[in-house]
Each structure stands twice: as C-alpha cells, then as structure tokens.
C-alpha cells in the first residue's frame, strides 16, 4: 500500500513539472515570436535602399522641373500642375528625409542622369512644344515612380519605409491623372498621348480594373432579381 502511494505521489509531481514546463513554453513561443517580429519590422533591406534613393531623386527632379515650368509653361493647367507636384515633393522629399535619417538610409542630392537630360530638354525646347514636352515626362516619370512604389509595398522590409510608400501612392497617381489629362487636353486627342489608350479622356488614373467591383456589384444584382423570377418560371412550368 506505502509503495502504492508512493508511486501516486510521484506520478502526481512529475504531471505538475510537466503541467508547469508546458505553461512555460507556451509562455515563452509568442514572447520570443514579438521580438523575432520585432526585429525583422524594422530591419532594412536592399529594396527599402533602392526605392527611398530612387524615390529621393524623382522628387529632386519633379523640384527642378517644376521650378523650369513655372517660368515657361504657356497654358494655366500646365503651370498649375508644375506649382503642384513641386509643392507635393518638397513635402514628399522633407517626410522621406526623416524615414530615411531614422532608417539608416543615405538619399542622393540629385536628380539621376536621364532626369538631368529631361531638364536641360525643357530648357532648350521651344516654347510652342514645352507644355506637351514636359506633360510627357510628368506621365512617364510618375508611371515610373508608381510601379517602383507599388513594388515597395509588396516586397519592402522596413515598416517605416513601406508605410510612407503607403501615403507617397494616391500623391503619385494623382499627379499621373493630371499629367494625363493636361496632355489631352493640349493635343485634343488622347491618341498621342504617352501611355493613355485611345479613348479614355486623358483619364488613364481611372483603369478598368478599378470599375471591376462596381461591374461585380451590378452582376450580382442581376442575379438577384432574376434568380425569383426564374424560381416562378420554373413553377409554372411544373404545373402545367
């Protein structure tokens, strides 16, 4: 019987030590998971570093444009979009100074080389072409810039850098909607336009993949009203 109770006491202390590591490793897996998810959060990798140079060097050359265009563009749409996108990108370029600074990430002070060509372009074109010319480089530029950004929000490291991608988008692509359209505008046919399909309005922002949802909703609609109507043509057929 000793030997008994025995054996039932020490069974009972070694399901507590296990009950009690067990409540510890459970304790332990989300405590060391955090700090993993900490720290992988904020690490940078080489596609934060590239985006933030290249996206430091768009606004530096949007800037300098931007500053060409307010002397020479002819149209009032042409100079207000200028006065806008340089605006946006000073903003742009001050909020990624400081992700950046904080990031570890050292930004260029310089536009790129094609981005220095676009500019001394704008400064020998004449006058009767530098509107349609400089529209021309705000489409491509920023359809540039936009497939870069959107690459950052999908495959970027850095919470920090991928969040102000996040908030730097809807700027980029408003400024591409403008651009387009202003260049429709100038040459009363979107046919010429860089990278705007033939009969769009010059509103190639609006892409028929953001009309898919409201297409989807009317579709389902439909069904809903015909499904009923179908139900009582399937009655009436049965009783006759």
Same mark, same amino acid.
């Given at each position: 019987?000793?030997?008994? %109770? #025995?054996?039932?006491?020490?069974?009972? @202390?070694?399901?507590?030590?296990?009950?009690?590591?067990?409540?510890?490793? +459970?304790?332990?897996?989300?405590?060391?998971?955090?700090?993993?998810?900490?720290?992988?959060?904020?690490?940078?990798?080489?596609?934060?570093?590239?985006?933030?140079?290249?996206?430091?060097?768009?606004?530096?050359?949007?800037?300098?444009?931007?500053?060409?265009?307010?002397? #020479?563009?002819?149209?009032?749409?042409?100079?207000?979009?200028?006065?806008? /996108?340089?605006?946006?990108?000073?903003?742009?370029?001050?909020? +990624?100074?400081?992700?950046?600074?904080? =990031?570890?990430?050292?930004?260029? %002070?310089?536009?790129?080389?094609?981005?220095?060509?676009?500019?001394?372009?704008? $400064?020998?074109?004449?006058?009767?072409?530098?509107?349609?010319?400089?529209?021309?480089?705000?489409?491509?530029?920023?359809?540039?810039?936009?497939?870069?950004?959107? /690459?950052?929000?999908?495959?970027?490291?850095?919470?920090?850098?991928?969040?102000?991608?996040?908030?730097?988008?809807?700027?980029?692509? $408003?400024?591409?909607?403008?651009?387009?359209?202003?260049?429709?505008?100038?040459?009363?046919?979107?046919?010429?336009?860089?990278?705007?399909?033939?009969?769009?309005?010059?509103?190639?922002?609006?892409?028929?993949?953001?009309?898919?949802?409201?297409? =989807?909703?009317?579709?389902?609609?439909? +069904?809903?009203?015909?499904?009923?109507? @179908?139900?009582?043509?399937? #009655?009436?057929? @049965?009783?006759?």
């Amino acid at each position: 019987m000793i030997s008994l %109770t #025995r054996a039932v006491t020490a069974a009972a @202390a070694a399901s507590l030590a296990g009950l009690t590591l067990g409540a510890g490793l +459970l304790t332990s897996v989300p405590a060391a998971s955090a700090a993993i998810g900490h720290t992988t959060a904020g690490a940078v990798s080489a596609q934060d570093t590239t985006w933030a140079q290249s996206n430091a060097q768009t606004d530096l050359a949007e800037i300098t444009i931007g500053q060409i265009a307010e002397q #020479r563009a002819q149209h009032t749409a042409t100079k207000s979009l200028a006065q806008m /996108t340089m605006s946006d990108h000073q903003k742009a370029l001050s909020e +990624l100074k400081t992700v950046a600074s904080q =990031a570890g990430i050292t930004l260029p %002070t310089a536009p790129n080389a094609t981005q220095q060509a676009q500019a001394a372009q704008l $400064k020998s074109v004449s006058a009767s072409q530098f509107d349609a010319t400089y529209d021309s480089d705000q489409v491509q530029g920023h359809k540039l810039s936009i497939s870069q950004t959107e /690459t950052e929000i999908s495959s970027g490291s850095s919470t920090a850098v991928k969040s102000f991608a996040q908030v730097y988008l809807p700027v980029a692509e $408003k400024h591409l909607q403008m651009a387009e359209s202003d260049y429709a505008q100038l040459s009363g046919s979107t046919s010429g336009a860089p990278g705007v399909a033939a009969g769009t309005g010059g509103m190639a922002a609006t892409r028929a993949a953001d009309d898919a949802p409201w297409l =989807a909703l009317a579709m389902a609609g439909l +069904l809903v009203l015909a499904t009923p109507a @179908a139900f009582g043509l399937r #009655r009436r057929f @049965a009783r006759r």
